[in-house]
């Protein structure tokens, strides 16, 4: 099967998106299929194919989210397309609701072929509030990208997420259909705490002067309002004193970074807490390694790649309860839910008061809960769906999408317009 995969971000830049991508086409290609996946690019001045990745050049750029490339699809002409109609997919899969999926949206539509959409993020209003300059902006902003959402997910053929949350935001964006839950992959063989050395550790701790004895507890992700990294230094706060020997480490840069250390030091855990910036893919595993769990308060995931990514080097998770993800934590066997500072320093105290024997079986446990979560699952998943669409479309006269799309064309081109100049400050 050719399978034509739509993201305006990849590699090399760093987010869940791109990691769920970049482990699909993985797993494909590993099961012996031929896929394409097509971004935007800052740094291509024509279009260009590499190593399966077809790059298409922009000239905006979404200024505060780490200048991610905006895509404009209305733009493109027949020769812009053509390099997708000479790879000839069997299928379209979008992961974004941007302009390389209305790319995506079109070349089905020109093909006749089946698309497939993935609800990735959740667009509530504490994650607008991060990209928007102002919050006047939120409004207007949420009202248009629900029609965009709506529009894509309507003139799909099948629509996954990775979690129940994704299928309750299709519900707040006006549509009932059905969602195949599909939880995020890891990429087990490079989050492997059997592959870091002791060494590894210990150069990482004294690299931030963290001691040897402490501890450390992590978060690694996007500083961003909708992350809860401000109610997590708040609750540590409450209850955390020097004697407890413990240090938080973020990774990750983001809008709010400045804002949360110097919450941390008006706080008074500013010592306790490192924040390392925005660290390389490839130093992740052993940064990871040298922790000894990961706290999240964010209830803005779906399903967190960095939080399974720590399970497979071993962390318990403590995350702040979410009803509708309380299946992405199981207590006392690869973490533990917490509902209150109390709560979070109580399960910390635990952690700390095991003894290693005890803590390396939790390790254990934590480690193989994520086992059957790597890029071969993912993609045997998404095989369950694509190949019954595929077959289907070979053997019927279906009527020709070009028309379906059309009809959602407009309001999403209106939509996209007026969002990506707000994104590009124009």
């Known amino acids: 099967m050719r399978i034509a995969l739509f993201s305006d971000t990849y590699v090399p830049y760093i987010n869940g998106v791109v990691e769920h991508v970049k482990n699909l086409k993985q797993g494909l290609e590993h099961f012996g299929h031929e896929v394409l996946v097509v971004t935007a690019s800052n740094d291509e001045k024509d279009f260009v194919i590499r190593d399966g990745v077809l790059y298409c050049p922009v000239r905006l750029k979404a200024r505060g989210i780490y200048n991610y490339p905006i895509f404009e699809p209305f733009l493109f002409t027949d020769t812009k397309l053509k390099y997708i109609m000479d790879f000839a997919p069997d299928i379209v899969h979008i992961h974004t609701e941007f302009g390389i999926g209305e790319l995506g949206r079109m070349a089905a539509a020109r093909l006749n072929i089946p698309v497939v959409y993935t609800i990735h ?58 969602m195949a839950v599909i939880p995020n992959p890891v990429n087990l063989e490079s989050f492997d705490r059997a592959k870091i050395s002791e060494e590894a550790r210990e150069a990482f701790r004294a690299h931030y002067n963290i001691p040897k004895d402490a501890f450390v507890a992590c978060f690694v992700g996007r500083l961003g309002i909708e992350k809860g990294v401000d109610t997590m230094l708040k609750l540590l706060a409450d209850k955390i004193v020097p004697q407890d020997n413990f240090h938080l480490v973020l990774f990750g840069d983001g809008p709010v970074k400045d804002e949360l250390e110097y919450l941390a030091a008006e706080l008074g855990i500013g010592p306790m807490v490192t924040f390392t910036g925005m660290l390389p893919n490839e130093k992740l595993p052993s940064c990871l390694s040298a922790c000894d769990t990961y706290i999240t308060c964010s209830l803005s995931d779906t399903n967190s790649i960095s939080m399974l990514e720590a399970m497979a080097m071993g962390l318990p998770v403590l995350h702040l309860y979410d009803e509708i993800n309380k299946d992405q934590v199981t207590d006392g066997v690869n973490g533990y839910f917490f509902r209150s500072a109390d709560e979070l320093y109580e399960r910390i105290k635990l952690l700390q008061g095991m003894t290693p024997d005890e803590f390396e079986q939790f390790r254990s446990t934590t480690i193989q809960s994520v086992q059957s979560k790597g890029p071969d699952a993912l993609a045997r ?38 969002f990506y100049n707000k994104l590009s400050g124009q």
Do not use: W
Not at 142 to 167: C, F, N, Q, W
Not at 385 to 396: D, F, G, K, M, T
């Open 121 to 178: 993020t959740i667009y509530n209003n504490d994650y607008l509030n991060c990209y928007l300059p102002t919050k006047l902006l939120i409004k207007p902003s949420k009202s248009m990208l629900y029609k965009v959402i709506k529009r894509y997910a309507e003139h799909a053929d099948a629509i996954t997420g990775p979690s129940e949350k994704s299928h309750e935001f299709l519900r707040e964006v006006g549509l009932e259909k059905e």
């Open 381 to 418: 998943h998404l095989l369950d769906i694509y190949e019954p669409l595929v077959e289907s479309e070979e053997n019927n006269n279906s009527q020709p999408r070009r028309s379906l799309v059309k009809k959602g064309s407009d309001i999403i081109a209106n939509s996209l317009s007026e």
